[in-house]
């Protein structure tokens, strides 16, 4: 029966039904103490990967009465094929007590498992080992440990022995030049791959690779499609990983050229079929602005994969297709297609990023009740729709959800708080969220300063940028635009000038457009128009409507017509479909009296189809967030809103206070002119917000122009009647008003 059962065990041909045959057999006849028996029952149940659980294995093991590194060699073996790599190191453990010493074929195993957990302790007690036994000569065991270090971002161990082997395949020259590539150590990675060539190994796919994929995700887009061609002049054909690897480069330079030919070898060759190569070919056309482009290569998908789905949401939402994006989304989840975590968190970016807030805000819970679990990408994605709709309540349920989730230590996730409490008129939690987080990044502080900027609150945002150069953070481009914009907000001309010129003298940072526009907005506010406009002449690149919207609308101001002509003349070619700035000049017209002009520039506007952007605000009551429009009667409680409008009115007039009826730019009875004001959104608002919650609630509204002078006096009036704190978040800053008094000091 023994010689049966071993003939049976030790056929090629043996089965997994005859396996289990023999160890019913076996159990039957109590012959675990055969040492041979039982190791050949362990390599035949891994022979056919039948060892799915640890248990089993450890059970044929436990009745081994003498093991052999056979056994245990087998063993690992079979935990290394399921991929029970955590018992791969435990039973190398058990090698030594039992007086057992591995070989050099049974290390490269149990390496490759540290390296696949990241368990550099074992690894390096592996690595003890191997230098100890004199198994670091071998070529397979060193490359094993190069791989292992790298896995563990161990750079310099694995450079150290790399340096020492006596001979190096192209196996391991490939991984250590993929190593630098992944951490971002190009240098490292270029002069080891031509120290590779001048040792005479000719580079293979997986080198090339590894440097197209490090230069690529390094910014060095040029050098990337530069190396790409210079492997194809050598001969290299392109396999799926290096068309994934070139394509984002491509993409970043918008080389549609270069991406349609690449395209063509992927139809040729037969890589349509790699799901990887269809993404990257998705986001290069998205990336390039061909649309046409990538909707066709997504509806040639024979099989939609969802990685594949992402990048093509992706590229409708970089192109502003917001609309065509949620419709493939709505789709293909009505065909019940197992959407993620990625394809969820990318349409309500989309809607965030694109003016469909109350749509990403929806989109979430949605996506909630679908049982996706939102991640530390989704909750910053989320954060800027609460904040541009003013949306506290939400915000601050999101908040809640993120500490709940652990996720509110993610850098990226308190940034995005700090920006949304900033546009929700919280200034105080905005810092408090920067004061909580663990390692604020050059991100965090920007938000930070930004909040501060746009709240007015220029002596904060000074204190903010030395804060964060004496916490040895460098300042960017960013950080000197909210600098200059909150001097900006507050008049603040020699301070400006003074973080204007220091950008380049003290930190190499040479002014771009919007440090131009921010310069020009300070000097024209105080009313020097003719010293921002000699700026403007003296820029070393041609102003962009933002430098000549910034003269323009204080032309309106201060009523400077020579200037505001000139800088509408510049703007309107570089605007064409902009209706603000016809507005702003005919407003300079008309407050002048000269009606003919404003007429004129009227019938412009009307000629090329232009109308004046209406006045919206928000307001968000409860949970909900209503929208007004000037002059529109729609709303449910409009009614009431104009009769409460009336009685403060009459008790504002009681205590001297007049509708400021020349702000109302129009050829009409004086009467009339007070009717106007009425109707403006951001007053029915604040009256909406006194209707609808208990008295001495804050209100927040938010306006989608910059709110007029009279509006402003108005709502001053209200906070101290009303007894109610106010904020107005407007195109321009944040006005945070109590008891009568403007956070601005009337100064916007």
Known sequence: MFHVLSQCLSSPTATLSQARQAHALILKLNLFSDTHLTTTLLS?????????????????????????????????????????????????????????????????????????????????????FALASGFLSDSIVASSLIQMYLKCDRILDARKLFDRMPERDVVVWSAMIAGYSRLGLVDEARGLFGEMRSSGVEPNLVTWNGMLAGLGNNGLYDEAVGMFRVMLLEGFLPDGSTVSCVLPSVGCLEDVVMGSQVHGYVIKQGLLCDKFVVSAML??????????????????????????????????????????ALEVFNRLKDQKMELNVVTWTSVIASCSQNGKDFEALELFRDMQAYGVEPNAVTIPSLIPACGNISALTHGKEIHCFSLRKGIFDDVYV???????????????????????????????????????????????????????????????????????SACAQNGLTEEGWHYYNSMSKEH????????????????????????????????????????????????????????GEIAAEKLFPLEPANPGNYVLLSNIYASKGLWEEENRIREMMKSKGLRKNPGYSWIEVGHKVHMLLAGDQSHPQMKDILEKLDKLNMEMKKSGYLPKTNFVLQDVEEQDKEQILCGHSEK????????????GQPLQVIKNLRICDDCHAVIKAISRLEGREIYIRDTNRFHHIKDGVCSCGDFW
């Open 414 to 484: 308190g940034s995005a708080l700090i920006d949304m409490y900033a546009k929700c008129g919280r200034i105080q939690l905005s810092r408090r969220c920067f004061d909580n987080m663990l390692a604020p990044n050059l991100v965090s502080w920007n938000a930070v300063m930004s909040g501060y900027a746009m709240h007015g609150k220029a002596k904060e945002t000074m204190e903010m940028f030395h804060m964060m150069q004496q916490s040895g953070q460098k300042p960017d481009s960013i950080t000197f635009t909210c600098v200059l």
């Open 684 to 695: 029915l608002a604040v009256v909406l917000g006194l209707l609808n919650t208990s008295p």
């Open 44 to 128: 035949l149940y891994a022979n056919t990967h039948s060892l799915s659980t640890p248990q089993l294995s450890l059970t044929l093991s436990s009745h081994l009465p003498h093991p052999t590194l056979f056994s245990f060699s087998s063993l690992i073996q079979a935990f290394a094929r399921s991929s029970h790599f955590p018992h791969v190191l435990t039973a190398f453990s058990h090698l030594a007590p039992r007086g057992l010493v591995s070989d050099a074929f049974l290390l490269p195993t149990t390496i490759k498992s540290c390296a696949i957990l990241r368990a550099l302790n074992q690894g390096q007690q592996v690595h003890a």
């Open 283 to 324: 986001d290069m056309y998205g990336k390039c602005g061909c649309v046409k482009e990538m909707s066709r290569v997504f509806d040639e998908v024979e099989e939609m994969e969802i990685g594949s789905l992402n990048a093509f949401l992706t590229g409708l939402s970089r192109n502003g297709m917001v609309d065509a």
């Open 508 to 563: 190499g940072i040479e002014p771009k457009m919007e440090h131009y526009a921010c310069m020009v907005t300070l000097l024209s506010r105080v009313g020097k128009l003719e010293e921002a406009y000699s700026i403007i002449k003296e820029m070393p690149f041609e102003p962009d409507a933002c430098v000549w919207g910034a003269l323009l609308s204080s032309c309106r101001v201060h009523n400077n017509l020579s200037l």
